[in-house]
């Protein structure tokens, strides 16, 4: 019985003895749950997260737009003609005032491509405008029915008609300048000499083989020009007038008669009561065929003027509205004018021929 109640009396010591400390271990448990929740709840509130998750690591991002390819560059035009600049200058030609790329036969149209081929329209009953396989090509001339290219190497190509032998050129080198007309060729040379191929009319031949230090030719049907380094006029017709000119710095000659262009920018003829030429002022290159003479301007405008004595009218003359040009030339019922854009305009009658599909034509000061 004693066992027993010693038994229960250590019963009663013992449960105080370990619930004291249980209820120590659970009031402090509680107290660090407490903290925990407090400090969180306070981190929340102040919009920082509790914790920082792991970084997501993405194999395959989505990639930034990728930006538009930008546009090609558009290719500058060629500028207008400035004002007082000489437009019409050809790389080759010793002198400015004479087309170079473009020129005109009695009906058709030649003209050098900017890549050095030419391109021809017209009637083509000689051949004259079989020029498709032509290359290198640095300078045109035309008349009647025959075309003759001068390459960048000096030497000469022609086509089309061969009646007097003015395509025989096939052995030229040397050259810097030419000029044809309906019976001849004319070559300048680099020396300042100059070459004749066709007909020997009236002892041409002769004549210009004595010619040295010449800077500018031309031809007609039955006389050829020169001008020498002093200004000098020489010709081959001893009944012209035209040897007393001053101050002529371009010429161009036609069946009968001959147009200079003088350093003022006037014009003068030496058929003065045919062609009414006296009043132009501010021209930079002359162009005439048998019975017209087209100016071209500075500002790229054109005049033109028929021989008052023939009646021979077609509307070539008709250049007005014309404007940006840079090159002008002529054939026998048609004038011919080169844009700065490298296309062509037509005034007159043409054979119904039709150009206006024609461009990337070089321009003569485009060298």
Same mark, same amino acid.
């Given at each position: 019985?004693?066992?027993?109640?010693?038994?229960?009396?250590?019963?009663?010591?013992?449960?105080?003895?370990?619930?004291?400390?249980?209820?120590?271990?659970?009031?402090?448990?509680?107290?660090?749950?407490?903290?925990?929740?407090?400090?969180?709840?306070?981190?929340?509130?102040?919009?920082?997260?509790?914790?920082?998750?792991?970084?997501?690591?993405?194999?395959?991002?989505?990639?930034?737009?990728?930006?538009?390819?930008?546009?090609?560059?558009?290719?500058?035009?060629?500028?207008?003609?400035?004002?007082?600049?000489?437009?019409?200058?050809?790389?080759?030609?010793?002198?400015?005032?004479?087309?170079?790329?473009?020129?005109?036969?009695?009906?058709?149209?030649?003209?050098?491509?900017?890549?050095?081929?030419?391109?021809?329209?017209?009637?083509?009953?000689?051949?004259?405008?079989?020029?498709?396989?032509?290359?290198?090509?640095?300078?045109?001339?035309?008349?009647?029915?025959?075309?003759?290219?001068?390459?960048?190497?000096?030497?000469?190509?022609?086509?089309?008609?061969?009646?007097?032998?003015?395509?025989?050129?096939?052995?030229?080198?040397?050259?810097?300048?030419?000029?044809?007309?309906?019976?001849?060729?004319?070559?300048?040379?680099?020396?300042?000499?100059?070459?004749?191929?066709?007909?020997?009319?009236?002892?041409?031949?002769?004549? &210009? +083989?004595?010619? @040295? #230090? /010449?800077?500018?030719? %031309?031809?007609?049907?039955? !006389? =050829?020009?020169?001008?020498? *380094?002093? $200004?000098?006029?020489?010709?081959?017709?001893?009944?012209?007038?035209?040897?007393?000119?001053?101050?002529?710095?371009?010429?161009?000659?036609?069946?009968?008669?001959?147009?200079?262009?003088?350093?003022?920018?006037?014009?003068?003829?030496?058929?003065?009561?045919?062609?009414? &030429? +006296?009043?132009? @002022? #501010? /021209?930079?290159?002359? %162009?005439?065929?048998?019975? !017209? =003479?087209?100016?071209?301007? *500075?500002? $790229?405008?054109?005049?033109?003027?028929?021989?008052?004595?023939?009646?021979?009218?077609?509307?070539?003359?008709?250049?007005?509205?014309?404007?940006?040009?840079?090159?002008?030339?002529?054939?026998?019922?048609?004038?011919?004018?080169?844009?700065?854009?490298?296309?062509?305009?037509?005034?007159?009658?043409?054979?119904?021929?039709?150009? %206006?599909?024609?461009?990337?034509?070089?321009?003569?000061?485009?060298?």
């Amino acid at each position: 019985m004693n066992g027993q109640n010693n038994k229960g009396k250590m019963l009663k010591w013992l449960i105080p003895s370990i619930a004291i400390p249980a209820f120590i271990l659970i009031a402090f448990i509680s107290m660090l749950i407490t903290i925990f929740f407090t400090s969180n709840e306070s981190n929340q509130s102040d919009g920082t997260p509790a914790s920082s998750p792991a970084p997501v690591i993405t194999t395959d991002p989505t990639p930034e737009p990728t930006p538009e390819p930008a546009p090609p560059a558009t290719p500058e035009a060629v500028p207008p003609p400035e004002e007082g600049r000489d437009v019409s200058t050809g790389a080759v030609a010793p002198v400015p005032g004479i087309a170079t790329t473009i020129a005109a036969g009695w009906a058709h149209i030649v003209a050098v491509n900017t890549d050095g081929t030419v391109t021809a329209v017209g009637d083509n009953i000689y051949g004259q405008c079989d020029v498709s396989d032509w290359s290198d090509i640095i300078a045109i001339a035309a008349n009647g029915y025959h075309t003759i290219g001068l390459k960048a190497d000096g030497t000469v190509l022609a086509t089309g008609d061969n009646q007097f032998g003015q395509c025989d050129v096939d052995d030229w080198s040397g050259i810097i300048a030419i000029s044809t007309d309906k019976r001849n060729t004319v070559g300048l040379k680099a020396d300042g000499t100059v070459i004749l191929a066709g007909e020997n009319m009236f002892g041409d031949y002769d004549v &210009v +083989s004595e010619w @040295s #230090d /010449i800077i500018a030719i %031309s031809n007609g049907l039955f !006389h =050829i020009i020169g001008i020498q *380094s002093d $200004g000098k006029i020489l010709t081959t017709d001893t009944y012209s007038n035209i040897t007393g000119w001053t101050n002529v710095f371009a010429i161009v000659a036609s069946n009968w008669h001959t147009v200079g262009l003088k350093k003022d920018g006037t014009v003068i003829t030496d058929e003065p009561d045919s062609f009414a &030429v +006296s009043e132009w @002022s #501010d /021209i930079v290159a002359v %162009s005439t065929y048998n019975y !017209h =003479i087209v100016g071209l301007k *500075s500002d $790229g405008t054109a005049v033109a003027v028929l021989n008052s004595q023939q009646d021979f009218n077609y509307d070539q003359c008709n250049v007005s509205d014309w404007k940006d040009i840079v090159a002008v030339t002529t054939g026998m019922t048609f004038t011919v004018g080169l844009k700065y854009d490298g296309t062509l305009v037509l005034a007159g009658d043409f054979y119904r021929q039709d150009i %206006s599909g024609i461009s990337n034509i070089k321009i003569p000061d485009q060298g």
